[in-house]
């Protein structure tokens, strides 16, 4: 089973548009409202037996934000309230990490073509914002996130056809032999965000 991304499993699917850090913040709790109750079904129906395939994982809020701070567009600060916030979750069991996370590295090209093709999914004003924002996500994920995680993290090309990347997926995504169902505290996790991306400027008021 796929479960599609916390913004596109939206009903209503807000506005990715602030003009001030408690309208990001107000933003990215939503999402992570959103991402708790896809945490909770993937988590019901892997304990069935199932495998389940999160679009994103469930980090998404986290890392933009620590993305959006780091090219200047947000203040520390809305990083801390997101990140509390996912800690409260966390904390009532209500959020925390897959079992096993394949991110998908795809070409800056392959990616601006499927941002054209999509328009309605990727707004063209915020579309320079988006790249900025996935060359740090980027990063987090594969200098910060896949050594805390060791065998639970792949990576994988997002290149050629849908089929194809679909293929890779599923090959990586599965758990290595012997590895235990947790991957652990989220404590580690929420500490890789407490360290500035690299090339922070000064937060503007609006993006």
């Given amino acids: 089973m796929v479960l599609l991304e916390a913004y596109r499993q939206m ?4 506005s990715l548009e602030f003009h001030s850090a408690a309208e990001l913040v107000d933003l990215e709790r939503r999402l992570l409202r959103e991402d708790s109750k896809r945490y909770l079904e993937a988590r019901t129906r892997a304990a069935a037996g199932g ?3 999160a679009d994103t994982g469930f980090l998404g809020p986290l890392t933009y934000t620590w993305a959006l701070v780091g090219i200047g567009a947000a203040p520390p600060s809305a990083l801390t309230a997101v990140v509390q916030f ?13 079992d096993a996370y394949v991110y998908l590295d795809t070409p800056t090209s392959i990616r601006s073509d499927r941002v054209r093709r999509d328009p309605a999914g990727h707004p063209a004003d915020l579309a320079r914002r988006h790249e900025r924002v996935g060359g740090l996500e980027r990063r987090f ?5 896949a050594p805390l995680l060791g065998t639970r993290f792949h990576s994988a090309s997002g290149s050629g056809s849908v089929s ?3 293929t890779r997926v599923r090959k ?6 012997g590895a235990s169902p947790e991957v652990g ?3 580690p996790v929420l ?3 407490d360290a500035p991306a690299g090339g922070a400027r000064s937060a503007r008021g609006k993006c």
């Fill in 164 to 166: 194809q990347v679909g």
């Fill in 141 to 145: 994920y594969l200098e910060r996130f």
């Fill in 185 to 187: 505290p989220i404590s």
């Fill in 86 to 98: 996912a800690r409260e979750l966390s904390e009532r069991g209500e959020w925390g990490l897959a």
């Fill in 11 to 14: 009903r209503r699917p807000p």
């Fill in 172 to 177: 990586a995504a599965r758990t290595p032999a």
């Fill in 191 to 193: 500490a890789l965000f």
């Fill in 51 to 53: 495998t389940v395939l």
